[in-house]
């Protein structure tokens, strides 16, 4: 409570009163899919429940200190995982941490719809690109999806996990324009509270995800998670996708 109150006062000082007040209420509405989404188990009810084979890929975009990725190899043993991260500090955590384990493969920036250098907010696990004038910041390396997806050379991704602090958005909207959405078995997305807009930003994107994915749960703006549908997946599996593991730079 106090971290989120820190939060609101953050908010207030660098975007008003008004966007304070807009957040608080956000908060509100989302106590009862945050209660709904711990009653199912929460991160461990519902994060790492699908089969996962030797030769699968996971993208971690929002790699944070890495507790994601040690819980997703607790439980499995894909072939791969590359995470995602663009602050430094938190870079140093990941690599440290994973650095004996050949399956990570660890990446020192961040993603999203375009390549540039931004500003972040460190915040922890809420450091965000879409606050930038909170009290600490640095600027990081954001890539464009579509680059690093080639860049890496897989046509089929077991789970692009997406837990960026608003990053999501752009990433997503990015992946719908350049129709990568079916290289994906699954999507896992925390959408964020962060951008302008939302609410509609969101319910576009999942229009477009029900194209090719059937929606497995939804806590609204908690966590979401959609599984590839098997016509897509035929069709990806027919085209020939490679899914083996290049150099991890």
Excluded: C
């Amino acid at each position: 409570m106090l971290g989120r109150l820190r939060r609101l006062g953050q908010i207030a000082r660098a975007e008003g009163l008004a966007e304070a007040i807009r957040t608080a209420w956000f908060y509100l509405r989302r106590r009862r899919p945050v209660r709904q989404w711990k009653a199912a188990g929460g991160h461990y009810g519902t994060r790492f429940d699908f089969d996962v084979d030797e030769d699968d890929v996971i993208l971690d975009v929002g790699g944070f200190d890495g507790n994601y990725t040690a819980d997703f190899l607790d439980r499995h043993d894909p072939g791969r995982i590359h995470v995602f991260e663009p602050v430094s500090r938190f870079q140093e955590q990941i690599a440290d941490r994973f650095a004996d384990d050949d399956r990570v493969g660890p990446h020192e920036y961040g993603l999203g719809g375009r390549t540039r250098v931004e500003e972040i907010a460190v915040g922890g696990s809420a450091s965000s690109l879409y606050r930038p004038n909170m009290d600490d910041t640095e600027y990081v390396h954001v890539r464009d999806v579509k680059e690093v997806v080639d860049e890496l050379g897989y046509g089929d991704v077991k789970l692009l996990k997406l837990n960026a602090e608003g990053a999501e958005f752009e990433i997503l909207e990015r992946l719908i324009e350049v129709d990568y959405l079916d290289r994906f078995e699954n999507v896992q997305i925390s959408f964020h509270h962060v951008v302008d807009d939302p609410v509609r930003k969101r319910e576009a994107i999942r229009e477009h995800l029900a194209e090719t994915h059937e929606l497995d749960y939804d806590y609204t703006f908690v966590m979401e998670e959609w599984t590839r549908k098997a016509d897509v997946s035929a069709r990806v599996a027919a085209g020939g996708a490679d899914a083996s593991a290049p150099t991890v730079d």
